[in-house]
C-alpha cells in the first residue's frame, strides 16, 4: 500500500499482484464538484466478464500497465482472499476513473446469487447500473430479474455486451435475447465491425465513424466507414434514431424524420442523453477485455449519458427518535449524511468501511455521529457512538490512497472506525440523522459450527462479530433450544466464504449437522408416582408424591393442578413439585426435547417433619414425570413453517412436485403478476435445511422463499429426526 504515515504501509502490497502494476497508486482522486461524479455498479450473471471489462477500462486510462488476470488473482477489484479462491467476485468492489476530468465510481459487483447482498449495497451507492452480458453465455433468468428490480427503482442503465474477442461470440444472437427480456429500449449505439472471423472496430450509428481496435486500445484509430460499412449498419441506424425520437421531449421530431429530413446529431445525442438518464432508453455497447474493444466508447457513455449525482436519490431520513427529517439533497454544503455501504478488517487499520456521502462533505479529523438502526433481526442490536473521523482515503480495490475530504455524491473509505457496521448512517454530530435502510434479503441456510476445542470459544465469538459487522446478510443465532451456534447464510458459496474468513483469523472450528428443534408431548394420560427418600445419618431427603398427566390442545402449554386432600404434602412444597416438574418438562422425559401442552394433577403424596425439603419435593416432582413418561406413549411434536415461494410460471409445477415430497401442505396459489406466481404451503423445518440451494437449483436461480414459524405438529412415524 502507498498511503504515507499509517500502518497500512505495512500491509503486503500486492498480495494478489496488483500493485506492481499500478501507473500511480498514491493519488487518490477527490472529486470538487458533485456534477463532475459518475457512479455506476456493474450487474450481470458471475462469468459475463464484468470484473475483466474494468481491468481494460484500467489500462486504457493508464491506471494500470498491464490487465491482470481472474486465475492468477491479479485484478484489480478481485482482491479479497475469497474472491482469488473461488475465481469469482464475492464483495463489493470501489474502482475510481478520471475520465475527461470526471470522476467515475465504477462499483464491481459479484454475480453470483449468495452474494446479493453485496449487489443490493452496490445499487444502493450506484446512480446508474451497467448490464454486462456475455456473447458466449447470453442472460439468465437471474440478470432479467435484477433489471426488473433496477427498472422499479427507475435507475438509468446501459448493456455492454463482452467477450466480442471470443470465438462462439453470438451478438446477434444475445442483442436481441436483451431486447426480448429488457423491452425495445434496449439499441445499440455502435455495431461491430468484422475484420474476418474476428471482430477489429465498431462503428458509430450516430457519428457514422469507426474505431479500428485492430492494433490494441492504446493505439485505436478513428476513421470515417466506408459506403459497404454504412449500408450494412443501414437497419440499425434507423431503429436508433427511432428510438431516441421517441423519447425526445420535441414532438415535431419524429414527424421530420419521417418526411426524410436529416436531424442533426447533436440534437440527437442531447436527446439521446436525457433518456437515458431518465432511464428511458438503454444503450447497448460491445467490448472486449482482451482486444480493448470498446474501451473509448464505454468511458464515454459513462461520462456523458449517465447522471450525475445530483440529477439522482437522496434517501428518505429522520432524527434518532424517528421523526422525519427536512428532505437532503446533494449539497455539499448542506448537512452531512452518509452510509456505510461495505465493512471489511484489515489486520492493520482495523475496520475499514466504505462510504457513500449523500449530503454534505465527511472531511478527514472531523467529529461525526455514527447510528445504526433496524436490524435487531439480523443480530445487529441498535446503536450510536461519536466517533472522529482520522483518515478518509480514495480506494482502488485494495489499496488505499488518502484524500482530505468527499464531497456529496462521491464515495470514499474510512478506517479505525471501531463501532461501524453495513448500513449504518454517518452525520454530523451536532445533527445527528438516520438514513432508511436499503432492503436485505433474507438469509435462509442453516450451517451449524463448533470451536474445535474450549480455548477456540473466544476467538470464535470475536471474529463472527467482525464478519457480521460487515455483512448484513449473515444472521449469528445462539439456538436455545439446541443449544448450536447456528449460521443463517445465502447459500453454500455464501457458507464457504464465512468459513474461509473464519479460518483466516485463526478460529479452528468445524461444521456439525443442524438439529431441528423438537419438542415432546404426552399422547395419553399416564400417572407417575415420584419418592425421593435418601437418610445419610443427618437430616436426610424425604418427598413422595403422585401424578395424573394428560395432553392438552396444541399451543396451550403447561397447567398444574393440586388435588391433594388432608394436608398430604404440605402447602410450603406444593410450588416446589411444580418447580421439579417445570425443570424436567425443559429437560424432556424421552429424546431430550422440552415437553409441551400438558396438564400435570397432582394427587397425592407424603412428607416428613423433619426430612421433607423444598429440593426433595422438586427432586420428587421431577421423577413423578419421568415415571409417567415410562408409563405411557410420548409423541415427538416437529416445528412447522408457513412458506411463500415466489417463481416463474414455467416452474410452478416442478416446486409443487418437490413442496409435496417435502411433507409440504399446499395452501394455495397466487399469480403476482409479470409471469410470476406465488405458492403457498406449511413445510417441516426439517426438509427446509437445505431449501434455499434446492430451489434455486430447481428455478434456474430465480426461485425465492420466505418463510415464518407456524406450529409444532406430530412427526410422522415413519420419520425418523436426526
Known sequence: MSVKGTKDSARTAGRNGSESRRADASAGIAAEDPARIRNVALVGHSGAGKTMLIEALLAANGMITRKGSIPDGTTVSDSDPAAVHQQRSVTLSLVPLLIDGVKVNLLDTPGYPDFIGELRAGLRAADAAMFVVSAVDGIDATTVALWGECQLRQLPRAVAITRMDHPRADYDGVLAACRQAFGEGVLPLYVPVPAGSEVTGLLGLLSGTVTDYSSGEASAVVRAADAAELAASGTARGELIEGIIAESEDETLMDRYLEGEDIDTDVLIADLETAVERGRFFPVLSTSAVSG?????????????????????????????????????????????????????????????????????????????????????????????????????????????????????????????????????????????????????????????????????????????????????????????????????????????????????????????????????FAGPAAGHGRHVKQSGGHGQYAVCDIEVEPLPRGEGFEFVDKTVGGVIPGTFIPSVEKGVRAQLERGVSAGFPVVDLKVTLTGGKAHSVDSSDAAFQAAGALALREAAAAGRIQLLEPVSAVTITVADEHVGSVMSDLSARRGRLTGTTSSGEGLTEISAEVPDQELLRYAVDLRALTAGTGRFRRRYLRHDPVPASFSAS
Open 293 to 521: 474493444l470498446g474501451t473509448a466508447e464505454l468511458m464515454e457513455v459513462l461520462v456523458r449519458a449517465f447522471p450525475s449525482p445530483p440529477h439522482g436519490h437522496v434517501p428518505d431520513a429522520t432524527d434518532l427518535a424517528g421523526a422525519p427529517a427536512a428532505s437532503l439533497s446533494c449539497d455539499p454544503a448542506g448537512p452531512l449524511a452518509a452510509e456505510v455501504i461495505r465493512t471489511s478488517v484489515d489486520p492493520f487499520l482495523g475496520r475499514i468501511c466504505l462510504v457513500r456521502v449523500f449530503s454534505g462533505t465527511l472531511r478527514e479529523d472531523a467529529p461525526v455521529h455514527l447510528g445504526g438502526h433496524g436490524l435487531a433481526d439480523r443480530g445487529h442490536q441498535d446503536h450510536d457512538s461519536d466517533e472522529r473521523v482520522t483518515h478518509l482515503y480514495s480506494p482502488l480495490g485494495a489499496s488505499l490512497r488518502p484524500v482530505q475530504y468527499c464531497v456529496s455524491g462521491d464515495m470514499c473509505a474510512v478506517a479505525k472506525v471501531g463501532s461501524a457496521e453495513t448500513g449504518d448512517t454517518i452525520s454530523g454530530r451536532d445533527r445527528p440523522l438516520l438514513l432508511a435502510t436499503w432492503e436485505m434479503p433474507e438469509p435462509l441456510l442453516p450451517v451449524a459450527v463448533e470451536p474445535d476445542s474450549r480455548s477456540d470459544e473466544d476467538a470464535l465469538a470475536r471474529s463472527l462479530g467482525k464478519i457480521a459487522a460487515g455483512d448484513p446478510t449473515l444472521r449469528v443465532e445462539r439456538n436455545a433450544e439446541t443449544h448450536q451456534l447456528v449460521l443463517w447464510c445465502m447459500g453454500e458459496a455464501h457458507a464457504e466464504v464465512v468459513l474461509d474468513r473464519l479460518r483466516d483469523q485463526g478460529v479452528k472450528l468445524h461444521t456439525v449437522d443442524v438439529v431441528t428443534p423438537l419438542r415432546e408431548t
